[in-house]
């Protein structure tokens, strides 16, 4: 299985912050990762596919960058709303495996 | 609209069966694969189970194999997993989510249900 490593585990951060998560694969998986937002009890919310595409209707202060093993996720300037953990995924191989999630706090 | 709506999580036995349902509405069903995907309580996310369009393939992860059970119904735009001999680990809130697949692209969840919540006492 591929195993998924998101650094750092949180992150403590102020609005209109430049904010960078990364996440590093076991192997490597090519451009095939994705990355979901996912507020507190609510269900998690497609961001990014394919390591550096937006999903339709997402804000464009995301973006995503890598291949191979490692891989960001960057918001250009933290909003109240983007307050959340961000997790990513490795659309490479099944099992599909996920990242252990990076919550960002304020 | 595309939606999802997850119902039959509860209160379950060590050693009990449970039967979850999906319903699909807003997209045609059946050109999509299907997924369940669980997250503990405060925990992260883990995939269970895959299902293609026609349900001619099924896939799980290893710690459901021979215990759950994805299946669908195209003329419902239903999907459903069937757990059997739950254990205490198998608790966690249950997502119902499309599996969109693009060759060269990749494959990614979206969109998910709001999910239904399973114990295992």
């Known amino acids: 299985d591929i195993q998924m490593t998101q650094s750092p585990s949180s992150l403590s951060a102020s609005v209109g912050d430049r904010v960078t998560i990364t996440c590093r694969a076991s192997?490597?998986?090519?451009?095939?990762l994705n990355w979901y937002q996912q507020k507190p009890g609510k269900a998690p919310k497609l961001l990014i596919y394919s390591a550096s595409r937006l999903q339709s209707g997402v804000p464009s202060r995301f973006s995503g960058s890598g291949s191979g093993t490692d891989f960001t996720l960057t918001i250009s300037s933290l909003q109240p709303e983007d307050f959340a953990t961000y997790y990513c995924q490795q659309s490479y191989s099944s099992p599909w495996t996920f990242g252990q999630g990076t919550k960002v706090e304020i | 609209e595309v939606q999802l709506v997850e119902s039959g999580g509860g209160l379950v036995q060590s050693g009990g069966s449970l039967r979850l349902s999906c319903a699909a509405s807003g997209f045609t069903f059946s050109n999509y694969w299907m997924s369940w995907v669980r997250q503990a309580p405060g925990k992260g996310l883990e995939w269970v189970a895959n299902i293609k369009e026609d349900g001619s393939e099924k896939y799980y992860v290893d710690s459901v194999k021979g215990r759950f059970t994805i299946s669908r119904d195209s003329a419902k735009n239903s999907l459903y997993l069937q757990m059997n001999s739950l254990r205490a680990e198998d608790t966690a809130l249950y997502y119902c989510?499309?599996?969109?697949?693009?060759?060269?692209?990749?494959?990614?969840?979206?969109?998910w249900g709001q999910g239904t919540l399973v114990t295992v006492s």
């Open positions: 192997q490597s998986i090519s451009s095939y």
């Open positions: 989510a499309r599996f969109n697949r693009v060759a060269m692209i990749g494959n990614w969840f979206d969109p």
